[in-house]
């Protein structure tokens, strides 16, 4: 899978990324290609049209793209993981049946809505309600979902579907979430606006949606009603270790290109390489990726989907991948000097891109937070 992938980013993805930074532009054709490739669907049981694999071969597929195209990336973890990972694992059989067929092949293109516009961090501090008609046979949806990627696909409407949570109890417990699908066209519900001239993954669209009075009948209702803390909990884990794996692939492209750079580039009659603070940069930053690499793959591994409970290491490699991801193209820019600056040798891109991995899917201190609160419950049992 890594060769093909490695092949297919060479010949499809490269080429195009610098292009659509610029434009600010979703490849949309590229996007379904992904889906010819049984990518979209990387988890999805083949009943649906997925590929049936496991949590190491969608790290090894987020590695590989953001090796080259973060932002392109971001919008196949938003769509493979965030809404058709999370909605196999906790939809039922007539939501997999209507809707995993055509995001499995790149027709649908879905998203998720966890963050407000006043409550990112603070989930439970979410104000979009959901409130049932009298036999609770619909719900209308009133509120607002910001910094939603694939919220919008061609910039004037919202995308195709989302798996949105609201608030059906009146607190902050675990049994007042619940999660939704909702649909484009659902009268009521709109693009608020196109997020513009993003720090980084410029080519990854992302949208305040808004809800206005969404009716949304009971059978869009994804698990139990006041259920959906336990749903957000277990796709977070595989959405964190897929966001580290793209840390990885950032580390690994900029550690190619400053190791080539610095082999090439004179300076003082000799190549950069023979002075000691570049073979610094270089073989730091190797080693860094590599103990990144082995605390991914090795979460990967014993990671099954279909549970919660690996909350620690999935907070875990994300905290310790999203900074060294950023350290380490960041370097290359240095190594680089002047040519590091300007987006034809890629790692300005990728030091733009890799700041998002410290804020998205869990800010580097919201790790911080719930490590703490699961080291100081279990720590007896570290191995
Ligand atoms: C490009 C992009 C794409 C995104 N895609 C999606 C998406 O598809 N779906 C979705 O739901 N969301 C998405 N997000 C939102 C993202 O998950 C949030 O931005 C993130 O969770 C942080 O929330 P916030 O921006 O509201 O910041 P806040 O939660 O307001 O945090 C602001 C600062 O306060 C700190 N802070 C907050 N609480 C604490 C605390 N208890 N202790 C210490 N520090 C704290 C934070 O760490 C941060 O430094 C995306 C964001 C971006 C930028």
Known sequence: MREMLRGFVE??????????????????????KLGDLGLLGITVPAEYGGSEMDATAAVIAHEELAASDPAFCLSYLAHSMLFVNNLCQNGNHEQKSRFLP?????????????SEPGAGTDVMGMATTA???????????????????????????????FL??????????????????????????SLGQKIEDKCGMRASHTAELVFQDVKVPAANIVGEVGGATLC?????????????????????????????YASERKAFGKSIGEFGQIQKAISESYAEYQAGRSYVYNVAKDLDISTYGNGLDADGVKLYCAPMGKRVADRAVQVLGGYGYVGEYQVERLWRDAKLLEIGGGTNEAHHKNMFRDLSRNYSKLP
Request: net charge negative; proline share 2%.
């Open 11 to 32: 010949t499809e993805v490269d080429p195009q990324a610098l292009e659509h930074n610029r434009k600010e532009l979703f490849n949309v054709e590229l996007f379904r």
């Open 102 to 114: 055509g995001a499995c092949s790149g027709e649908l293109i879905g998203g998720m809505g966890m």
């Open 131 to 161: 409130v049932p008609n009298a036999d609770g046979s619909e719900y209308t949806i009133n509120g607002a979902k910001m910094w939603i990627t694939n919220g919008t696909i061609d910039g004037t409407d919202t995308g195709n579907v």
């Open 164 to 189: 949105v949570y609201a608030k059906t109890g009146k607190g902050r417990g675990k049994n007042d979430l619940t999660s939704f699908i909702i649909e484009k066209d659902m009268p009521g519900f």
């Open 232 to 260: 957000m909990h277990r796709n977070l884990e595989i959405e964190r270790l897929v966001l580290a794996a793209m840390s990885l692939g950032i580390a690994r492209r900029s550690i190619e290109v400053m190791s080539n």
